[in-house]
């Protein structure tokens, strides 16, 4: 399954790496992505695990979570793990992706 909020793709996996670290909240929230120019951030207050691979995110839900953002309407995504990436968009005319930035 896939979720999308704005920039931010939650994708399901089977697994999270063995080797992931544990994210730890800040102020209250866990960051799955902060935005450039504003400082809002996708997040999550819900109890989840959150996890860093290689500059990865990875998050585990035993229990369906919400995900906010200031600009955003809230998704609510179902339990499970997931992988967070960012939407990329290509710039033709520099012949390269980039991450697309709120």
């Known amino acids: 399954m896939l979720y999308q909020q704005g920039d931010v793709l939650l994708i399901s996996v089977d697994e999270i ?3 992931a670290k544990t994210v730890t909240k800040q102020k209250g929230r866990y960051i799955l992505a902060e935005g450039e120019a504003t400082g809002h951030a996708h997040a999550v207050t ?19 979570f919400t995900v906010t953002h200031e600009e955003h309407k809230n998704i609510t ?9 960012i939407v990329k968009e290509y710039d033709h005319f520099e012949e390269e992706a980039r991450k697309v930035r709120d």
Do not use: H, R, W
């Open 17 to 19: 790496p063995e080797d």
């Open 46 to 64: 819900d109890k989840i695990d959150l996890f860093n691979v290689e500059d990865n995110l990875f998050l585990n839900a035993t229990t369906k």
């Open 77 to 85: 995504v179902p339990s499970g793990q997931y992988k967070i990436n």
